[in-house]
């Protein structure tokens, strides 16, 4: 079945200790949209790609970086996670053009802990 | 700015029929999604309007009035594993999601 992949479910890391989440597709989707959810709030969107352009929210701190080295991988890369950055990090793709529904793809979630 | 109104808890009773109500200010309207989200789990799609009116998908009905801004995601005969959080979300004239916060819908039996 096609799918949105994301590794791992669960990532713990240390205070000040760079962490890199991957997300991967086989839906063939252009865009790929990389959010941050806190408990009992809205996804937030950090960044997405349209292809290969990248599209940075003007909110999100620079400690967050992304790559997207091909159509099927996307990485969101944290250098210096603090406590703050503690969520669910959340990979989606979507179709997306002038027209369409533009329905997102989930996967599951990588819930973040930092100690 | 852009906002999504929509409660942020709801109860209701199994077998029973609950609305949730999603209200909306963006800039420019390409479509509003329901998604159910379950406690740790990522959103899944439920619903899709861009015309007005109703739309039925088996137990579940989502309604869209553009010119007042206003949807509700309709549960009918509901059962206890409808226990989730409920996003509303608008695809704005740039074609990016904005997300409501979600409404906690509690299901008693």
């Known amino acids: 079945d096609a799918m949105v992949i994301q590794n791992p479910r669960y990532q713990v890391t240390q205070f000040g200790k760079p962490v890199t989440l991957s997300c991967s597709q086989t839906l063939n989707h252009n865009v790929m949209y990389w959010y941050q959810q806190k408990s009992s709030q809205a996804p937030k969107l950090l960044f997405h790609?349209?292809?290969?352009?990248?599209?940075n929210e003007a909110d999100t701190p620079d400690n967050f970086q992304s790559r997207r080295p091909n159509t099927s991988f996307c990485f969101l890369d944290i250098r210096s996670p603090g406590l703050g950055d503690a969520a669910m990090y959340l990979c989606?793709?979507?179709?997306?053009?002038?027209?369409?529904?533009?329905?997102?793809?989930f996967g599951p979630g990588t819930r973040l802990t930092v100690l | 700015g852009q906002n999504i109104d929509q409660p942020t808890e709801m109860t209701a009773t199994e077998g029973a029929i609950v609305q949730i109500n999603c209200t909306y200010q963006t800039s420019g309207f390409n479509g509003l999604f329901w998604y159910q989200q379950h406690a740790g789990e990522a959103p899944t799609f439920l619903s899709y309007?861009?015309l007005d009116g109703l739309e039925e998908k088996g137990r579940f009905s989502s309604f869209l009035s553009r010119s007042k801004g206003y949807s509700y995601l309709l549960l009918k005969e509901l059962q206890m594993k409808d226990s989730a959080s409920y996003l509303c979300?608008?695809?704005?004239?740039?074609?990016?999601?904005?997300w409501g916060a979600g409404t906690k819908l509690i299901i008693k039996p």
């Open positions: 979300a608008v695809l704005d004239s740039n074609y990016q999601l904005i």
């Open positions: 309007n861009v």
């Open positions: 989606a793709t979507s179709t997306a053009g002038l027209a369409g529904a533009n329905e997102q793809f």
């Open positions: 790609y349209y292809d290969k352009d990248f599209n």
